[in-house]
């Protein structure tokens, strides 16, 4: 990610955080350009039981990562995990927080926090707690109500990322661009390393500062957290694919 970019956290670690919620209380408002359901199979999501970890395999050009996330608590509203990530160029431990807000009938991602402590061979573990703030916020899909045809507009965002520790950097402030996603499938089986799942399966972007990348996910009805998902070239062809290869 470009405004990203010095975060260790994968960018595909980023987009698996942005599972959908639940509609639940909170502060809404109004908004421009809201979710357009076609009424043939819908789901509401629940929320992610505190406790719960899953572990998974990114297999993408640059090598393979191996990450587990470990579900501290999660709203509406807020998302807290952990993440052990190993990687070709390290390992690092991660804490993150994700704070939201229902927008109409949209879930919009207002701020997130990373902080990670990697291991560098030689200069030994180095910590860093980066911030991620968007406005208006970054729609990540329908807050309730997932259904086959719906569609969304994710609209432009400015995007300012703060970062201190080890090695502090300069803000970034980037604007994104304009994105659109659809729910291509409720209830669609799908078998990983993990197991069996029921999904919702849809297609959207992962926000990269100034680019986009097209990605197809796959969401456990049951569990709330996505099962699999593919990165996509503008030709349609995969470039990376994150599969569940355990759950607890």
């Known amino acids: 990610?470009?405004?990203?970019?010095?975060?260790?956290?994968?960018?595909?670690?980023?987009?698996?955080?942005?599972?959908?919620?639940?509609?639940?209380?909170?502060?809404?408002?109004?908004?421009?350009?809201?979710?357009?359901?076609?009424?043939?199979?819908?789901?509401?999501?629940?929320?992610?039981?505190?406790?719960?970890?899953?572990?998974?395999?990114?297999?993408?050009?640059?090598?393979?990562?191996?990450?587990?996330?470990?579900?501290?608590?999660?709203?509406?509203?807020?998302?807290?995990?952990?993440?052990?990530?190993?990687?070709?160029?390290?390992?690092?431990?991660?804490?993150?927080?994700?704070?939201?807000?229902?927008?109409?009938?949209?879930?919009?991602?207002?701020?997130?926090?990373?902080?990670?402590?990697?291991?560098?061979?030689?200069?030994?573990?180095?910590?860093?707690?980066?911030?991620?703030?968007?406005?208006?916020?970054?729609?990540?899909?329908?807050s309730a109500g997932w259904c086959t045809g719906a569609t969304w507009t994710i609209s432009p965002v400015t995007e300012t990322l703060t970062t201190t520790g080890s090695l502090p950097l300069p803000p970034v402030v980037v604007t994104t661009i304009a994105s659109t996603g659809e729910v291509l499938a409720v209830n669609e089986s799908l078998t990983v390393p993990g197991g069996t799942f029921n999904t919702v399966k849809y297609r959207s972007a992962v926000v990269s500062g100034t680019s986009v990348q097209p990605a197809i996910t796959w969401v456990s009805m049951t569990d709330n957290i996505v099962v699999k998902q593919d990165t996509i070239d503008a030709g349609g062809n995969v470039t990376s694919t994150t599969t569940l290869t355990a759950l607890q």
Request: aromatic share 6%; charged share 15%.
């Open 1 to 142: 990610m470009s405004a990203r970019r010095h975060i260790f956290v994968p960018m595909f670690l980023l987009a698996f955080l942005l599972a959908p919620v639940s509609q639940g209380a909170g502060k809404r408002r109004s908004v421009r350009t809201p979710v357009t359901p076609v009424q043939s199979g819908c789901h509401t999501f629940g929320l992610v039981r505190a406790g719960l970890k899953a572990s998974y395999l990114s297999v993408a050009p640059g090598g393979n990562v191996t990450f587990q996330v470990t579900y501290i608590s999660d709203t509406p509203t807020q998302t807290k995990t952990t993440q052990k990530v190993q990687s070709p160029s390290g390992n690092a431990d991660v804490t993150t927080t994700l704070d939201g807000e229902i927008v109409g009938n949209l879930r919009g991602l207002k701020h997130i926090k990373i902080s990670t402590t990697t291991t560098v061979p030689i200069l030994g573990a180095l910590t860093t707690d980066a911030n991620l703030d968007f406005v208006p916020s970054l729609i990540a899909g329908p």
